[in-house]
C-alpha cells in the first residue's frame, strides 16, 4: 500500500537498509499492478536495472539483488552459489553478522536444509534439519559455528559440548537435531519431595535446577510412579 511504502521510505531515510530480491512494489494493497512501482524511485531502479545495484537514500541505503528467490532449492549447484554469493554481498553492506554458519566437511555451506531458532528467556532453542535428498539418505557431518560462544546442549540426548562457538555435529536428515543454547552451564538438579503420602493425598515436590548464572526459561518433567 501506499502507507507501506511511506513506512519503507521514512525507515530508508533515517539510516535502515532495505534488502529486495526483485522489483519491489509492482503491486498494490489489492495484488493489482501499478503504473509505477512504488518503491522505484527509492531503490533507483530503471527499465535498464539488470544486475545488483545499491542505491543511498538519507542517512540509508536500498539493496536490489536482481535475482529471484523462488525455486532455490531446485537450482543447480552453481547457480545456487550465484545466489549465495549475492545474498553475503548485500549482508556485507548491511554490517549484519549471521546468527550462525553450518558448514560441511569439506568446509562448503551445507544448503537447502533448515535452521529455526526460537528463544525463551536467556534460552535459545536451534533445530537444525539436514536436507534429505531420498528416503534412505545417510548421516552429514557438519559443523555448526556461532558468532559468540554458549553453553550448548544437544536437547535429545543431553550431551554438553562445552562453552564454545564451534561443534560437530551428525545431521539425521529424517529427524531434527535440537540444540540448547545457554549463557550459564547447567550444574544438575536438587530435588527433595514428602517421604510419606497417604493414598489420595497430595505431595509436595521441590526441584530446583542448578547452574553457573540465574536460571531462566526451563521446563523440567517429571514423572510420578
Given at each position: 500500500?501506499?502507507?507501506?511504502?511511506?513506512?519503507?521510505?521514512?525507515?530508508v531515510?533515517?539510516?535502515?537498509?532495505?534488502?529486495?530480491?526483485?522489483?519491489?512494489g509492482?503491486?498494490?494493497?489489492?495484488?493489482?499492478?501499478?503504473?509505477?512501482?512504488?518503491?522505484?524511485?527509492?531503490?533507483?531502479?530503471?527499465?535498464?536495472?539488470?544486475?545488483?545495484?545499491?542505491?543511498?537514500?538519507?542517512?540509508?541505503?536500498?539493496?536490489?539483488?536482481?535475482?529471484?528467490?523462488?525455486g532455490y532449492?531446485n537450482?543447480?549447484?552453481?547457480?545456487?552459489?550465484s545466489?549465495?554469493?549475492?545474498?553475503?554481498?548485500?549482508?556485507?553492506?548491511?554490517s549484519v553478522?549471521?546468527?550462525?554458519?553450518?558448514?560441511?566437511?569439506?568446509?562448503?555451506?551445507?544448503?537447502?536444509?533448515?535452521?529455526?531458532?526460537?528463544?525463551r528467556?536467556?534460552?535459545?532453542?536451534?533445530?537444525?534439519?539436514?536436507?534429505?535428498p531420498?528416503?534412505?539418505?545417510?548421516?552429514?557431518?557438519?559443523?555448526?559455528t556461532?558468532?559468540?560462544?554458549?553453553?550448548?546442549?544437544?536437547?535429545?540426548?543431553?550431551?554438553?559440548?562445552?562453552q564454545?562457538?564451534?561443534?560437530?555435529?551428525?545431521?539425521?536428515?529424517?529427524?531434527?537435531?535440537?540444540?540448547?543454547l545457554?549463557?550459564?552451564?547447567?550444574?544438575?538438579?536438587?530435588?527433595?519431595a514428602?517421604?510419606k503420602?497417604?493414598?489420595?493425598?497430595?505431595?509436595?515436590?521441590?526441584?530446583?535446577?542448578?547452574?553457573?548464572?540465574?536460571?531462566?526459561?526451563?521446563?523440567?518433567?517429571?514423572?510420578v510412579?
Open positions: 500500500s501506499d502507507a507501506e511504502a511511506d513506512g519503507i521510505r521514512n525507515f531515510t533515517d539510516g535502515g537498509v532495505v534488502v529486495a530480491d526483485v522489483r519491489p509492482v503491486l498494490d494493497e489489492h495484488c493489482a499492478a501499478r503504473e509505477t512501482g512504488a518503491l522505484d524511485t527509492l531503490f533507483g531502479w530503471t527499465q535498464e536495472s539488470s544486475e545488483y545495484t545499491e542505491h543511498v537514500v538519507g542517512k540509508g541505503k536500498c539493496i536490489l539483488l536482481n535475482k529471484s528467490m523462488s532449492s537450482l543447480e549447484e552453481e547457480k545456487r552459489k545466489v549465495r554469493e549475492t545474498v553475503d554481498d548485500a549482508i556485507r553492506v548491511t553478522s549471521p546468527f550462525c554458519h553450518l558448514t560441511r566437511e569439506d568446509g562448503t555451506p551445507l544448503v537447502t536444509g533448515r535452521i529455526v531458532r526460537f528463544r528467556g536467556k534460552i535459545i532453542t536451534l533445530g537444525i534439519l539436514a536436507p534429505r531420498r528416503a534412505d539418505a545417510p548421516k552429514i557431518n557438519a559443523t555448526m556461532f558468532a559468540q560462544p554458549f553453553h550448548i546442549y544437544d536437547q535429545r540426548t543431553g550431551r554438553y559440548y562445552g564454545t562457538q564451534r561443534v560437530n555435529l551428525a545431521l539425521d536428515p529424517a529427524s531434527a537435531t535440537m540444540l540448547s545457554l549463557p550459564y552451564k547447567v550444574e544438575g538438579l536438587k530435588t527433595s514428602d517421604t503420602v497417604v493414598p489420595g493425598g497430595a505431595a509436595t515436590i521441590s526441584v530446583n535446577l542448578l547452574a553457573t548464572g540465574q536460571p531462566q526459561g526451563h521446563i523440567l518433567r517429571l514423572r510412579r
